[in-house]
């Protein structure tokens, strides 16, 4: 199993930054292979979006068109936390932020990594406001 637990949200003003963390670890026992991490979030009454992900093994990223340009993923260097750095916020990224492993390559992290389904395990989430 994975556990991952995110932090850095809260109550933020339109036009603030904001970097998210998702550290993650493996149980004992299980090993971690080609997988990738990755952003969502999920505001009442809307379905889960599929926000960002990096793939650990050669450390591709991909973005949703909507947050592209706004939001930047990264990890640090014990590849153990990703971050989600994300830019002019608005009311409408108001949302909880979770984070979630996908086993598999970035070649199939390219295709299905917006689909939550296609995660197996996730965080508790972290939640973004964003209000003056």
């Known amino acids: 199993q994975v556990q991952l637990v995110e932090s850095g949200g809260g109550l933020v003003q339109p036009g603030s930054s904001l970097t998210l963390s998702c550290e993650f670890s493996?149980?004992?026992?299980?090993?971690?292979?080609?997988?990738?991490i990755g952003w969502f979030r999920q505001a009442p009454g809307k379905e889960r979006e599929g926000l960002s992900c990096l793939s650990m093994d050669n450390g591709a990223t991909f973005y949703a068109d909507s947050v592209k340009g706004r939001f930047t993923i990264s990890k640090d260097s014990a590849d153990n936390t990703v971050y989600l750095r994300m830019d002019r916020l608005t009311s409408e990224d108001t949302a909880v932020y979770l984070c979630?492993?996908?086993?598999?390559?970035?070649?199939?992290?390219?295709?299905?990594?917006?689909?939550?389904?296609?995660?197996?395990?996730w965080g508790q989430g972290t939640q973004v406001t964003v209000s003056s």
């Open positions: 493996a149980a004992s026992g299980f090993t971690l292979g080609a997988f990738t």
């Open positions: 979630a492993y996908f086993e598999g390559s970035s070649d199939q992290a390219q295709i299905l990594w917006s689909r939550p389904y296609e995660y197996d395990y």
